[in-house]
Every structure is written in structure tokens, then in C-alpha cells.
């Protein structure tokens, strides 16, 4: 993989999420100063951008400083930013967040959140070493990015890379994304948490499910495990479209306790050819915004 160095990476980050927003001043691609505020997920493209860049201000960001902006839905070639999922930053249709931010703070590069935490990963985390690359963050959602030879995997319409609405050969319920049957709606915390009402555990959310797994309650068991191999499915599907030889895993759900070692079984029960290397995402709660940043750093060469 092509090297990027962290050490390189000096300048601002936003990760505006569906819950928060979080903003950091990076130096030396260590995280130096960091802020974080609830969302207004009700709120319009406006209010996010004055929240961007109330933030930006309070930690000190001047006029042309780097910067990168990840978000929670897709950018597309031109930097607008739409809203994919149902429910989550529904008033976001095509809001210009590039030329707009560009106006107010300076030269920025907009990317979602997935995507760049995958980016992160692939230079300075899990993926480090792996050539051809996939991150997976299973949280209240399943959101990801595909990083082959350094570059991330990007599309016209910001839609690429977002794995969690491939469907799957287990899904029975609607997607947010408009879907049926997704990974997303099959895998995710808030899937987790559907299954566990329709069978009679209503109020259980995807933590709770853990736990009563971990007391040995097999109706807990059974639905992460449907969870984990919904997840190894789509994994053995992406490494036969794309050569993988590593993907990393993260996210709360992703990140519990005994996750990964349940979509490794499942991973096994694939053929060999169609296994690949798993490993823990590592960069935790940054890796949005240093991916975001490292993006900058690319997109500015
Ligand atoms: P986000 O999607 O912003 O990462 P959270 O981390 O709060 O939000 O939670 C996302 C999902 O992960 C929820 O479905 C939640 O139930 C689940 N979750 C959070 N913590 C754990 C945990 N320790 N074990 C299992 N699931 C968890």
C-alpha cells in the first residue's frame, strides 16, 4: 500500500454523525484538542454548517488551515451532501457542503464517515501492511469503505463503499436506505434489537441481547449469530468482487465482546478460497476524523 504518514497530518477534523458531532485540532496525526456536541437530527444543512463551524472556531481553526469534514450519508463528486438512511439527517437533500464550507472556513474535503474512518484504518490502523483492504463499522448501522492500493473506493454519487446496503441472503426486513433485506437491516444494533422484540424480549437493545448472551441465554445467542453471519457473508461476497486480504471490524456492536470471534466461525464455514484475514479496528473513535484529514492531505497532494 502506498504510504501516507500520519506524523504528516496536521490540521482540523469534523465527524458529524446521526448523535454527534465531534471536531478535533490534529497535529502530527495525534489528536490534540478535541470537541463534541449532540446532533439536531431534526435540524436543516444550515444549522449543521453554523454548528461546523462554531466549533472550528472554538478550537482555534484559521482561514485555510487543512481541513476535512466527514459525515454521516453520502458526498458526491461535487461535495453535496444527501441523506441515505431514513431517520437520519433526513433534511440534508443536496446541500452544497463543500462550496459552502469552502466560503466560510476555507479549502475542506467532504467525505462520509465510514468511508473515512476506513481510509484511517487502511494507513494507520488495522489495515496497515494489506493491499487490498475493507472496513466495516457494525453500530446502530452498518456503514463501511474499501480501500484498494492506498485509494479509497469513491463514486459519482458518493454511493460507493456504502456495504451495508448490499443485501442479504438472510434479510427479511426493509432497509432505511429503501431496500429490503440488507445487511444493514439483517446485522446492525438496531436490527439486533428488532429481532430480540419479535421474540418476545421488546426493550432489549443490542447491548442487552449481549449480555444475555453472555449469562448463556441462547435465544441472545442465536440472534448474534445471525448477526455475525449476515456480516461473514458480505464479507467472503466483497473479497470475491475485490480481492481482499484484510477486513477490519468496528463499531459498538462490532467491537462487544466475542463479535468478531463469531463472524470468524462463520467466516470458516465459507470455502477457503472465500476466507479472509479479520482483525480489529484500532483507531476507535478518531478514525473518522483522522481519515478525514488524511483525505485533505491527499486531495491537496
Ligand atoms: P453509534 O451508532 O453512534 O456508534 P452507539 O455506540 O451508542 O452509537 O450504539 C450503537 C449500537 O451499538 C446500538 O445498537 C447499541 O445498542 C449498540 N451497543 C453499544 N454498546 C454496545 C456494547 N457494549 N455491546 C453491544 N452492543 C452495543
Known amino acids: 500500500m502506498q504510504g501516507l504518514a500520519r506524523l504528516s497530518l496536521d490540521g482540523f477534523a469534523v465527524d458529524l454523525g446521526g448523535t454527534k458531532i465531534a471536531a478535533a485540532r490534529i497535529e502530527r496525526g495525534t489528536v490534540k484538542e478535541r470537541l463534541q456536541t449532540a446532533t439536531d437530527g431534526k435540524a436543516g444543512p444550515e444549522v449543521q454548517l453554523a454548528t461546523i463551524e462554531g466549533l472550528l472556531q472554538r478550537l482555534g ?9 466527514a459525515v454521516a ?6 461535495g453535496s451532501w444527501h441523506a441515505v438512511n431514513r431517520g437520519i439527517l433526513e433534511a440534508v437533500q443536496g446541500f452544497p457542503l463543500a462550496k459552502a464550507l469552502e466560503g466560510i472556513v476555507g479549502p475542506v474535503t467532504c467525505c462520509n464517515d465510514a468511508a473515512a474512518a ?7 490502523g488495522a489495515g496497515r501492511g494489506s493491499r487490498h483492504f475493507a472496513y466495516l463499522t457494525v453500530s446502530t448501522g452498518v ?3 474499501i480501500v484498494l492500493d492506498g485509494r479509497l473506493v469513491q463514486s459519482r454519487n458518493g454511493l460507493a463503499g456504502h456495504v451495508g446496503f448490499v443485501r442479504s441472503p438472510f434479510g427479511q426486513r426493509p432497509c432505511g436506505s429503501g431496500r429490503h433485506g440488507t445487511v444493514e437491516s439483517t446485522a446492525a444494533g438496531r436490527a439486533i434489537a428488532a429481532e430480540a422484540e419479535a421474540q418476545g424480549h421488546a426493550g432489549a437493545d443490542a447491548r442487552a441481547v449481549f449480555a444475555a448472551a453472555a449469562r448463556g441465554e441462547a ?9 455475525a453471519r449476515a456480516v461473514a457473508t458480505l464479507i467472503a461476497d466483497l473479497a470475491t468482487i475485490l480481492g481482499l486480504d484484510r477486513v477490519a471490524i468496528g463499531g459498538s456492536v462490532g467491537l462487544a465482546e ?10 470458516a464455514q465459507e470455502p477457503e478460497l472465500f476466507r479472509v484475514e479479520l482483525a480489529p479496528a484500532e483507531l476507535g473513535h478518531d478514525s473518522a476524523l483522522l481519515g478525514a484529514l488524511a483525505l485533505r492531505h491527499m486531495a491537496a497532494g
Open 118 to 124: 476506513a481510509f484511517a484504518e487502511a494507513h494507520f
Open 73 to 78: 450519508g453520502r458526498i458526491d463528486g461535487e
Open 258 to 267: 466475542g463479535y468478531l470471534e463469531r463472524v470468524r466461525t462463520a467466516l
Open 61 to 69: 481553526h484559521a482561514a485555510g488551515a487543512a481541513l476535512g469534514v
Open 219 to 227: 435465544w441472545a445467542e442465536t440472534i448474534i449469530a445471525g448477526s
Open 143 to 145: 456503514g463501511g469503505g
